[in-house]
């Protein structure tokens, strides 16, 4: 027989005992649909993270010292070290505002509108960033959170574009609305916003003008952060005048790259060790399976007999049973794909709408959580089924190909 002629014999097979084929399938179906389901939701989850970290985390580096960084100390970082394409300071500032008698508590963060694109840390939903002229004047607008939308204004939804706020007594005006967490990490007395450094040094920061908590260094493209790391602290120790036996305790540099490095072995290792407990559930399809063929041997012994005497070798017998295996573990990897692709879906409607990823996103705004499927995820759950049936089915096989001829004949 050739491979169509024992597909089409194995279906016929099968399809005389339904219930037991449609229960040995279900198996399969379960573990491909979980294998499928927990390896594309992790690698949609790693995605969704990577892409919050903003496209050019790998080239950031973050700088902090011991004492306030400033703009010489940036330009000096920028002229020093020839891996920096640029750099550019971050100032923080805290402030509180009255709404219909209720304190709220506003964390303030500066920076240039270059800054707050490259970082992915301010995603626009409405309105604006900065001009170049309102960097350079201190002006006094905001970008604010949608959470802080409905902290302030009572309505997510407002349009607040042109309005003002109060912080220490000043008026601001929105410029624009930032997509973040709803209500400002869970609460509602408390929202953040941005502005041009300049402006927060004005009245809203601690630190005189012209100085930073910190600044963030983009490498230029195809340089290592990790080993520009050295070079920066370097840089920075000479532009602020730190003895070399000092350094290490009065600045610290951090790359992205490292921690995007970590995450990305973290979701791998965690990928691997739930498709493992995924393949707990194929390795018990497969013992299924297993025996399922060994019945069928039992109760087709009669049958085997007769095809022998007509003239059947034992390798036609072997392959005709490992076919029926291999069949079952087709059709189950086929449906369990499909299922295992739309569980996928449904977990990430579920979780999307549930918000769980908020807290693990780079600004802690809303994230969308999609699966991410892939070529090689179908292939592999094709490639699992076929090896399933072929070892769990060619022992059932190989048995039926050694019994005796004449023994099967007289089985009754």
Same mark, same amino acid.
């Given at each position: ?20 084929? !449609? ?23 790693? *995605?969704?993270?990577? @892409? ?33 394409? /640029? ?28 800054? /707050?694109?490259?970082?992915? *840390? #301010? ?30 204004? $009572?309505?997510?939804?407002?349009? #607040? +574009? ?20 709803? $209500?400002?990490? $869970? @609460? ?18 601690? !630190? ?5 908590? *910190? ?11 990790? $080993? ?6 370097? =840089?920075?120790?000479?532009?602020? @005048? ?63 007999? #007769? ?12 392959? *005709? ?26 977990? =990430? ?30 292939? !592999?759950?094709?490639? +699992? ?28």
């Amino acid at each position: 027989m050739n491979a169509r002629d024992l597909m089409r014999e194995a279906l016929r097979a099968l399809e005389a005992n339904r219930g037991r084929t !449609l229960l040995t399938v279900l198996g399969i179906v379960i573990g491909i649909a979980a294998v499928i389901a927990m390896t594309s939701l992790i690698g949609g989850v790693q *995605q969704t993270l990577l @892409n919050g970290l903003g496209l050019n985390a790998a080239r950031m580096v973050q700088i902090t010292t011991s004492k306030p960084l400033t703009d010489s100390d940036i330009n000096k970082l920028e002229k020093l070290n020839a891996s920096i394409d /640029f750099a550019e300071g971050i100032v923080s500032g805290f402030s509180t505002t009255k709404m219909d008698d209720r304190d709220i508590s506003v964390s303030v963060t500066g920076g240039s509108t270059r800054l /707050f694109e490259l970082t992915g *840390q #301010v995603k626009l939903i409405e309105g604006r960033l900065f001009n170049a002229q309102e960097e350079a004047s201190g002006a006094r607008v905001v970008i604010i959170e949608r959470g802080g939308v409905k902290t302030y204004f $009572g309505n997510p939804d407002a349009d #607040v +574009i042109g309005k003002q706020i109060k912080l220490n007594n000043a008026s601001y005006t929105i410029v624009g609305v930032a997509d973040a967490a709803s $209500g400002g990490m $869970g @609460n509602d007395n408390y929202m953040n916003v941005f502005m041009p450094a300049k402006t927060v040094s004005r009245g809203l920061s601690w !630190l005189p003008q012209g100085s930073y908590d *910190q600044a963030i260094a983009f490498v230029r493209e195809g340089t290592d952060p990790e $080993g520009a790391l050295e070079g920066i602290k370097q =840089a920075i120790a000479k532009a602020q @005048n730190v003895p070399d036996d000092e350094i290490e305790n009065y600045i610290w540099v951090y790359s992205m790259k490292a921690q995007i490095d970590a995450l990305q072995s973290f979701t791998t290792a965690f990928q691997l060790i739930t498709g493992a407990v995924a393949g707990i559930s194929l390795l018990v399809g497969g013992i299924g399976i297993m025996n399922m063929m060994l019945t069928n041997v039992t109760e087709r012994i009669r049958e085997i007999g #007769v095809r022998r005497a007509l003239g059947a070798r034992g390798r036609d017998i072997t392959n *005709q049973f490992l076919m029926e295996s291999i069949a079952i573990c087709m059709l189950g990897g086929v449906i369990g794909t499909i299922v295992g692709y739309l569980a996928a879906w449904g977990i =990430a409607l579920v979780v999307t709408n549930m918000g769980i990823l908020q807290a693990l996103s780079a600004n802690g705004g809303s994230v969308t959580l999609a699966p991410a499927f892939s070529v090689g995820t179908i292939v !592999l759950a094709v490639g +699992i089924s076929l090896i399933i049936g072929v070892l769990f089915g060619f022992y059932p096989a190989r048995r039926a190909a050694k019994l005796d001829p004449v023994e099967c004949l007289r089985y009754q």
